[in-house]
Every structure is written in structure tokens, then in C-alpha cells.
């Protein structure tokens, strides 16, 4: 085993186009994507998408349900056959290889334990499939059991381990021929909200012992951005965009991607003004914005001006000097959620918007807070905004 545990440290991320794609990485990926399709009837489930993913990186595909990002899991393990494009795999074509004969394995959302077998027949069942010596299988769930801390529970059935258990004998039974990729459907998807962050940290140090390429499809953005060194977005069979997940946050590459991922607020309106490193933008609901220029250049026609809610400061009264006069509104406090480290507001600008405000906690008691119908001033700064076209 310990030939097989490495470190490994996330390569650089290459830098995006315009549309959010993902440029050539100098280094060859481990697996390459190319313009597959995948149809059922009418319905393009993927479409023509193309992604390469390193050796060692944890990538999340991330989207809504039926955006394809489990079809497309299950081609790469080899569960549906693409219609159009290659799969490959350390440069081998495996669009068209069976399952059993790919060096992938897959982590089901289920778990697909066998309930009739315990814990240690159920991590060794693929390695007796596939013929390995007798000898070797009990030396190799022996190594699968302490990896994953499962010692002393080896003769239990599934019925009588707990949710968390449970996984980590499917993640043991996953990871026991030594697959090249691991592919994760969901896999946290039944646990509790605490249990799911323990399970989370478990699995991040895992990848990062073994330095194997881990693969999760998710609908969990919080979950993603945790876990993932890279984040795929998926919509309606297409990738809208590959990112870390700070670029993918705090610069999305369309109005989709940034409503999506994250709160956000969003205000239509069209440029009325170039100036050296900032854009004004007239609004019908919040006035004249001010923005960072963007790195790619902005066209003429309708654009939107996107503000993360913790980005936004509030006060009873407008502040002093520059920040009075930029992107400072006003308005009235409609609601207001409670969520421990930070208070949630709403809040209804002159102007007719709804604007989400997220202020962190300082005190421990309301000293900070701000109550419902309560006058307030809002402001943020051209740095702040991020300007979209899409």
C-alpha cells in the first residue's frame, strides 16, 4: 500500500477564456472529454461537451438535476455509451470498453451494499471478481479497513452499521482495486449536515494521501466548493464553466453561473460610460452603478451589474467621503434571517429593488442588528460589482 499513497499538490489552474472554458493545460491530462453527446430520444442529455481533468485534482461537476453531470459519470464508468466523442483515459479511447475493463471504479449514491455480506466480503468482492489470489485479497481489505478506520466493525452486516459507516465500506469497496479515477455520485447526499462535513474533511485527506484523481458529481455548490480543487458548472448538457472555486465565485462567466452558485444580486441595466478602469451603468431599479472594468472587453446592448450580498455595507447613515457618492442607496429593511455567524437582510431600495445583505455577527448580542421597516443606506464599491453579458 504504501507504494500507492503519494502527496499530492493542486497544479496551477490554466486561465479561463471569456466564455468560462478552460484553456489547454501544458501538462497532458489524465482524462480528456472530446465533444461527447449523449442523447435519449429527443432529449440531448450531454451536448458536445469536452473537459480535461489532471492527474490528482478532485473535480466536482456541479448542477441543477437533469443538467447531465450523472449521465456523463456514467459514461466515463462506462454504465452508457456515448453517441458522439472519446473518452480518454491516460490517452487509451475507452468510449467503448466494458466496465469490469476499465482501471475506473465508481462510488454509487446508494451505496449498493450487498446486505447478505459483511463488511469485509463487501470491500472484497471486486478483487475475488476479478481473480486475485486469495492471499492478496485478505492482505488488501485489511489495508482497505485501516484507510478507511473500519477496524473492529469487519464481521457486520450493512444492517447493522450506521449511515456513515456505510460509506466509508463503499468507498473502501471502490477504492480496493486501485482504480486510476474514482468517480463519486453524490455520495454524501444521505448523511446529516455535521456528519457531511466530517465525511467531507475525511475524503479530502484521503484524495490527498492517495493522490488518485477523485471525481464527484454534486448539486451542493457549498459541497463542491469544500471538496474540489476544480469545479465543473453544468447546464442543460453543456459546461457554463471550469474554474477554482474562488474564480468561479467572485468572477462567473454568465448571469447563470453567478445566480447558481451562491447568492447574488442582479441589476439590468446598459453601459452609459467608459472611463479608465470603471464602467457606469444605468439602472432602472438602483440608479447609475459604478463597476470595475473586466479583463474581457464589453460590447455594446444590455449587460447586468452583480454584487455578492457580503460585499454590501449597511449603516443608518451615509458614509463619509468617496463612498457616499458611489454606489451608496438607500432604502427600507424588509426582512431580516438569523443564521448565527451572520444576519441575512432584505431590503427594499427607493428605486423598487430587493437588495440581499449578509452581515457577519460581531457581537454577541443585537448591538449589530437592524430591525424590520427600520431606513438603512446601503453602498459597495466598484470593485465590488462584477459586470456580465451573458
Known amino acids: 500500500m504504501a507504494d500507492d499513497i503519494a502527496t499530492s499538490e493542486p497544479a496551477a489552474e490554466p486561465a479561463p477564456s471569456p466564455q468560462g472554458e478552460q484553456r489547454p493545460d501544458p501538462q497532458p491530462p489524465v482524462l480528456r472529454i472530446e465533444n461527447v453527446v449523449k442523447t435519449f430520444g429527443s432529449f440531448r442529455a450531454v451536448d458536445g461537451l469536452s473537459l480535461d481533468i489532471r492527474a490528482g485534482e478532485f473535480f466536482a461537476l456541479l448542477g441543477p438535476s437533469?443538467?447531465?453531470?450523472?449521465?456523463?459519470?456514467?459514461?466515463?464508468?462506462?454504465?452508457?455509451?456515448?453517441?458522439?466523442?472519446?473518452?480518454?483515459?491516460?490517452?487509451?479511447?475507452?468510449?467503448?470498453?466494458?466496465?469490469?475493463?476499465?482501471?475506473?471504479?465508481?462510488?454509487?449514491?446508494?451505496?449498493?451494499?450487498?446486505?447478505?455480506?459483511?463488511?469485509?466480503?463487501?470491500?472484497?468482492?471486486?478483487?475475488?471478481?476479478?481473480?486475485?489470489?486469495?492471499?492478496?485479497?485478505?492482505t488488501r481489505v485489511a489495508e482497505m479497513v485501516a484507510l478507511v478506520r473500519l477496524e473492529g466493525l469487519e464481521k457486520r452486516k450493512p444492517d447493522q452499521l450506521s449511515g456513515g459507516q456505510k460509506q466509508r465500506v463503499a468507498l473502501a469497496r471502490s477504492l480496493a482495486r486501485r482504480p486510476q479515477v474514482l468517480l463519486l455520485d453524490e455520495p454524501m447526499a444521505a448523511l446529516d449536515k455535521k456528519l457531511r462535513e466530517t465525511t467531507q474533511a475525511e475524503l479530502m485527506e484521503l484524495q490527498r494521501r492517495l493522490g488518485m484523481t477523485f471525481i464527484i458529481v454534486t448539486h451542493d455548490q457549498e459541497e463542491a466548493m469544500t471538496v474540489a480543487t476544480r469545479i465543473g458548472v453544468m447546464n442543460a448538457g453543456r459546461l457554463e464553466q471550469v474554474a477554482v472555486p474562488r474564480r468561479l465565485y467572485e468572477e462567473p462567466a454568465s448571469r447563470w453561473v453567478a445566480e447558481f452558485v451562491g447568492d447574488i444580486n442582479l441589476f439590468e441595466g446598459e453601459v452609459t460610460a467608459r472611463e479608465p478602469l470603471r464602467l457606469r451603468v444605468a439602472t432602472a431599479t438602483a440608479g447609475e452603478l459604478v463597476a470595475a472594468q473586466p479583463v474581457a472587453a464589453i460590447g455594446e446592448g444590455r449587460v447586468a451589474v452583480a454584487i455578492r450580498p457580503e460585499k454590501i455595507r449597511l449603516a443608518l447613515r451615509r458614509p463619509a467621503g468617496d463612498a457616499a457618492a458611489i454606489n451608496c442607496v438607500e432604502g427600507a429593511i424588509t426582512d431580516a434571517s438569523y443564521l448565527g455567524g451572520k444576519t441575512v437582510y432584505k431590503v427594499r431600495l427607493d428605486g423598487g429593488a430587493v437588495l440581499h445583505a449578509a452581515q457577519a455577527n460581531t457581537a454577541r448580542l443585537d448591538a449589530d442588528g437592524y430591525g424590520l421597516n427600520q431606513r438603512i443606506v446601503a453602498w459597495f464599491t466598484p470593485d465590488d460589482c462584477v459586470v456580465l453579458e451573458r
Request: charged share 20%; glycine share 10%.
Open 66 to 138: 437533469g443538467c447531465g453531470k450523472t449521465t456523463l459519470l456514467r459514461m466515463l464508468a462506462g454504465f452508457e455509451a456515448p453517441d458522439e466523442g472519446r473518452i480518454l483515459l491516460s490517452g487509451e479511447d475507452i468510449a467503448q470498453m466494458l466496465p469490469h475493463q476499465r482501471p475506473v471504479n465508481m462510488m454509487f449514491q446508494n451505496y449498493a451494499l450487498f446486505p447478505h455480506l459483511n463488511v469485509r466480503d463487501n470491500i472484497a468482492f471486486g478483487l475475488r471478481r476479478a481473480g486475485m489470489p486469495r492471499a492478496e485479497i485478505a
